[in-house]
């Protein structure tokens, strides 16, 4: 999942939707396009990302935006990159994979 929504769903946020076939050629990419378990990853991966509520999903796309950032989600993430009080180099923050694209989204 984390590479699905880092590798594909974030490029096409620039649109505001991808085509589930993409989705699918996009998985095909990492694990083959013989593997008879493509299909099934990719209906999966759509059902929870309709499930948690970041994208609706019809038959045909994903449809994916922007939406604001819950102070508790954010404080959430910070307590589990740094769960020990201290002070902390913000750089390990800024520097990581799943939250850099967040700050300045990549547009394909």
Same mark, same amino acid.
């Given at each position: 999942m984390q590479d699905i929504i880092l590798?594909?769903? +974030?490029? #096409?946020?620039?649109?505001? $939707?991808?085509r589930r076939d993409r989705m699918r050629t996009?998985?095909?990419s990492r694990y083959g396009a013989g593997n008879k378990n493509?299909?099934?990853? #990719?209906v999966t991966a759509a059902q929870v990302l309709n499930a948690?509520? +970041?994208? $609706?999903?019809?038959h045909q796309m994903i449809i994916i935006g922007?939406?604001?950032? $819950?102070?508790?989600s954010f404080a959430f993430i910070l307590h589990s990159e740094f769960p020990d009080p201290a002070m902390y180099d913000m750089a390990k923050l800024e520097n990581n994979?799943? +939250?850099?694209?967040?700050?300045?989204i990549p547009i394909a």
């Amino acid at each position: 999942m984390q590479d699905i929504i880092l590798d594909a769903l +974030i490029p #096409a946020m620039a649109v505001g $939707k991808l085509r589930r076939d993409r989705m699918r050629t996009f998985l095909e990419s990492r694990y083959g396009a013989g593997n008879k378990n493509v299909k099934k990853c #990719a209906v999966t991966a759509a059902q929870v990302l309709n499930a948690a509520a +970041i994208a $609706k999903i019809d038959h045909q796309m994903i449809i994916i935006g922007l939406r604001d950032i $819950k102070l508790a989600s954010f404080a959430f993430i910070l307590h589990s990159e740094f769960p020990d009080p201290a002070m902390y180099d913000m750089a390990k923050l800024e520097n990581n994979r799943l +939250i850099k694209p967040c700050s300045g989204i990549p547009i394909a």
